[in-house]
């Protein structure tokens, strides 16, 4: 990263995440052990905490690129990233590994994750009363419902799997508070359902096993695994004030993943791409229909000017039409003397590169839109679902109550949520 950008974004230099102060380092007793970092954080002021880190080993650009050469049985010289330029200094990878150890090194880390992010609110495992969490690519299919069993929540609590690919833990986040977004094909509002209850809401993302399916070079330098998990109780430490879904899918397959969730297909008589059905008594499942690759490849990219392409143009009209509805919102907050300073303290944004951030700020600024929205994964890669947890539990420290927080989710498919908070009562 250079030092100007590094300063512009408020980046937390080139450290390794495993080297962090405050990042407990376990290991997962799978092959030779697979390290796991997990790093808590709350904020009581708030009423939010919440945990987030990686698995596997971690690998600096350098390394990363010798690591992809031995797996490919060829030289990088071609298709080589600018990663840091990117904005990525680092990723994490899992060995070769059976099926059976991959779904057992992930369910693992699931766990774990949940109970230090039980842990960092001070609640115990058997308060929660539904866990929604993102996953482009999970495991195995009844993921969610391993991980909260072992993790000690109550068969009870509702679980809530979202599968809309870097966009899965804002739509799931979307889904948990904004009473606009009912489940119809099931009779439910999640929202209205889940107020003043405890709930988690996050991403985990094990992709490092999934680009151990493909040869896309793009892809193989920018993802890694990563997670997540917030605590937080909808209408209390975090309220709804506006927001908005929106779906354009990708024709053109410019990046195209393979599901490996059931989904019924490409709609031809409904207006939306999302299938959503009960999977269990207390459990629903929300999937994104993907542009698959053609080939058996797990992921296939057009490259980061393709990316750039497909997220940016909607992306920030998408941001725009919220961005209005959250200034209506203040002003008729303000006419209320609810006390409402009426501005954005703080953008969460997904990481998908550097310069794609960059190009939707810029484009964001020519709207008259001008929000902070900081650079703060280059020790993750592109975490897809997880990188807006992650972005927001680092910020989380320094946030106030009553602050208004926008979040800004995007992924392949394609997927846009986005939605603007309150913290705190």
């Not at 708030?46 to 050469?69: F, S």
């Not at 992650?390 to 392949?412: C, E, S, T, V, Y």
Request: proline share 4%; with cysteine.
């Amino acid at each position: 990263m250079l030092k100007s950008e590094a300063q512009e974004t408020n980046l937390s230099s080139s450290v390794p995440f495993y080297e962090r102060p405050g990042v407990q380092l376990q290991s997962i007793p799978v092959a030779s052990g697979i390290p796991i970092g997990i790093e808590m954080v709350s904020n009581p002021e708030i009423g939010i905490g919440g945990a987030y880190g990686a698995w596997g080993e971690c690998y600096d650009n350098e390394a990363l690129v010798g690591m992809l050469e031995e797996r490919l049985g060829e030289p990088m010289e071609q298709g080589q990233l600018e990663l840091s330029s990117l904005g990525f200094e680092y990723r994490h990878h899992v060995p070769q590994l059976t099926k059976e150890e991959h779904i057992e090194v992930e369910v693992q880390a699931g766990v774990r994750f949940l109970q230090a992010a039980v842990r960092a609110c001070g609640w115990k495992p058997e308060e929660i009363q539904a866990v929604l969490v993102g996953m482009s690519a999970p495991v195995v299919g009844d993921f969610l419902e391993r991980i909260t069993r072992l993790a000690g929540i109550s068969e009870k609590a509702l679980k809530v799997a979202v599968h809309k690919a870097c966009d899965s833990s804002v739509g799931a986040l979307n889904l948990a508070l904004n009473p606009g977004l009912a489940l119809k094909q099931l009779g439910r509002n999640l929202a209205d359902e889940l107020r003043g209850k405890k709930i988690l809401v996050g991403g985990i993302e094990g992709l490092s096993r999934f680009m151990q399916g493909t040869r896309d070079r793009n892809a193989l330098q920018l993802f890694g695994n990563g997670a997540g998990i917030l605590g937080l109780i909808p209408g209390e430490s975090m309220s709804f004030l506006v927001g908005g879904t929106h779906e354009a899918y990708d024709d053109e397959g410019v990046l195209a993943v393979h599901m490996v969730y059931p989904h019924s297909g490409r709609p031809e008589d409904r207006d939306t791409y999302l299938d959503i059905c009960q999977t269990g008594e207390n459990s629903i499942r929300v999937a994104g229909l993907m542009h698959e690759p053609d080939d058996d490849s797990t992921v296939v990219m057009a490259g980061p000017m393709g990316m750039v392409k497909l997220f940016v143009r909607t992306g920030v009209q998408v941001v725009k039409e919220v961005y209005q509805a959250y200034q209506a919102k203040v002003a008729e907050l303000v006419s209320a003397k609810t006390g409402s300073h009426g501005s954005i303290a703080l953008a969460i944004v997904h990481h998908a590169n550097y310069k794609i951030n960059k190009l939707k700020e810029k484009n964001l600024i020519k709207e008259g839109i001008n929000l902070p929205m900081p650079w703060l994964l280059s020790d993750f890669g592109n975490v897809s679902a997880a990188s807006n947890m992650i972005a927001f539990l680092r910020g989380l420290p320094g946030l106030k109550p009553g602050n208004h927080l926008l979040f800004d989710g995007f992924g392949a498919g394609t997927y846009y949520d986005v939605l603007a908070v309150e913290l705190g009562s």
